[in-house]
């Protein structure tokens, strides 16, 4: 079974060539790989040239969403999965999805890879596995990495660590992709399982044997050019909660996975939730 799987990249050959490159080693099948390349980057596109590998590209760096939607329209298999250029996928982790696709048994989910980090999470992310082989790709232990990353015992989880995620196309379609009103990116992973969520999915999981080494990052970190946009406002004003509201109470993010999610339970730590969030609706609205 293979997957369309999308890569946005700026200027980052070395990340991009290494998570290619790991796709290629650790994969059990031969997965569609194609990468959007935002702004002028001849070293990345002679790179992928030569290996034969699809890509779009734009003159400038037109964000994460736009650069992801354009790669969408070159794909033509049948499940989408996408991903960061600073990522290394480690063995078997298309299997442990297949695994999830055939035990789920609807062509209805958003399954998401477990991220193993050599630091630990920001404030607000998803748990992930912390095990250092490398804050950077000049000291980055693959050997290390590969002889310990399924020796962490972690569970399945409710929600998502965002990338890398896997969607059917079919439900991809439906969404449109991503929204493009948040490039460069913030905020827009939650705004797709928004709208996910309103489709009908129920299935937010992420998968704990199917693994990847994220280097945390890199391309925002590096290039200091990049200007954050207001993710979260633009979430709020969009659909009146906040992104921490929705990921608490519908996607129940960080749980452990016990089976599709239903509609948030209305207790008291939801209206006291909800109401604060309504005030940050109502502030931002009309008072900013």
Not at 143 to 153: G, R, V
Not at 228 to 241: A, I, P, Q, V, Y
């Amino acid at each position: 079974m293979e997957f369309s799987i999308i890569i946005p990249s700026h200027n980052n050959y070395k990340y991009c060539k290494l998570t290619i490159d790991s796709i290629k080693k650790n994969s059990s099948f031969n997965h569609e790989i194609i990468v959007h390349i935002n702004g002028e980057d001849n070293e990345t596109e002679n790179y992928l040239k030569n290996e034969s590998i699809l890509y779009s590209k734009s003159h400038d760096n037109i964000g994460l969403c736009s650069g992801v939607n354009r790669a969408y329209k070159l794909s033509s298999k049948s499940y989408i999965l996408y991903s960061h250029d600073d990522m290394y996928f480690l063995p078997n982790w298309d299997n442990a999805l297949i695994k999830e696709m055939k035990n789920i048994n609807d062509n209805n989910f958003y399954l998401s890879m477990t991220q193993i980090s050599p630091t630990g999470p920001v404030k607000g992310s998803l748990q992930h596995i912390q095990f250092n082989c490398g804050e950077n790709i000049d000291v980055f232990d693959e050997e290390k990495l590969l002889q310990n990353y399924m020796s962490f015992k972690f569970n399945d989880l409710q929600g998502s660590h965002w990338a890398p995620h896997l969607i059917p196309r079919d439900l991809w379609k439906r969404v449109g992709g991503f929204s493009e009103e948040y490039n460069p990116g913030f905020a827009s992973d939650p705004d797709l399982n928004m709208k996910l969520w309103i489709e009908g999915n129920r299935i937010f999981k992420s998968v704990s044997n199917s693994r990847i080494y994220h280097f945390g990052s890199v391309t925002t970190r590096k290039n200091k050019n990049i200007i954050r946009n207001k993710g979260k406002k633009t979430f709020l004003l969009k659909w009146k909660f906040t992104v921490e509201f929705f990921t608490k109470h519908y996607l129940r993010r960080g749980k452990i996975f016990d089976g599709p999610l239903e509609k948030p339970k209305i207790n008291l730590t939801y209206l006291i939730d909800y109401i604060i969030s309504k005030i940050k609706y109502i502030t931002y609205k009309f008072f900013k």
